[in-house]
């Protein structure tokens, strides 16, 4: 869905703007645009309880504005999932007859990709 989209439906503008707006989801999706981090990360930053990080991450995910950027096995064998948000800006566009929300990819996301990709290519 981010691929620096734009959203006319007044009806999909209106119920993204209602899901971003909320407190946790801004703090979650703000944790995450510079740089990946766990759920227990995003939790102690934000101070919020573990278990609504979880769902909010869940539904952020399927919506398409934050992905995984990474899976790691800690030292005990647990996986270690490591998020990043898709979306760098959002601009809210309110004229007479139209609700526009304008999604600017997260460019972020895309150089460490790259530089991933590069140090893969020097092994």
Known sequence: MI???II???DEAIEMLREIADKTTYRIIVAIIHSPKTAAQICAENKLPLSSTYKRIRKLQEEGLITIEKIN???KGKKVVLYRSKIKSLVF???ANMISLQF???DEM???TCQL???AMML
């Open 8 to 10: 006319n439906s007044d």
């Open 117 to 119: 990709d590069n140090d």
């Open 104 to 106: 600017n990819k997260n």
């Open 3 to 5: 691929e620096n989209s």
């Open 110 to 112: 895309m150089r460490h």
């Open 93 to 95: 566009n309110l004229k």
């Open 73 to 75: 096995i800690d030292s």
